[in-house]
Nanobody, 114 residues
Framework: VQLVESGGGLVQPGGSLRLSCAASGFTFSNYVMRWHRQAPGKERELVARISSGGGSTYYADSVKGRFTISRDNAKNTVYLQMNSLKPEDTAVYYC????????WGQGTQVTVSS
């Protein structure tokens, strides 16, 4: 089982990034997918969630209207489009698959700074 995140990096405030998480080793389309993040000195928090079929989504209040989660079950990939980024979005972002089992990726760093 693997979840491999990519797309992180350094971006200026107001900029955009698109994170990807490629899954393998399990039936991706059966799993709810979530993005979490953890900033230095803070607890990991749920950022966004998408149902197995993609028809239902959830966003934390802190990112609502700026972030969009989506998935492509044919490509076994979940995405997080992040717009209007703020310094407080700086964190390691983790991909998570949850159903009968609970799988995590290794994380990708997002730094928002001028």
């Amino acid at each position: 089982v693997q979840l491999v995140e990519s797309g992180g990096g350094l971006v200026q405030p107001g900029g955009s990034l698109r994170l990807s998480c490629a899954a393998s080793g399990f039936t991706f389309s059966n799993y709810v997918m979530r993005w979490h993040r953890q900033a230095p000195g803070k607890e990991r928090e749920l950022v966004a969630r998408i149902s197995s079929g993609g028809g239902s989504t959830y966003y934390a209040d802190s990112v609502k209207g700026r972030f969009t989660i989506s998935r492509d079950n044919a490509k076994n990939t979940v995405y997080l489009q992040m717009n209007s980024l703020k310094p407080e979005d700086t964190a390691v972002y983790y991909c998570n698959a949850i159903s009968r089992n609970n799988y995590w990726g290794q994380g990708t760093q997002v730094t928002v700074s001028s």
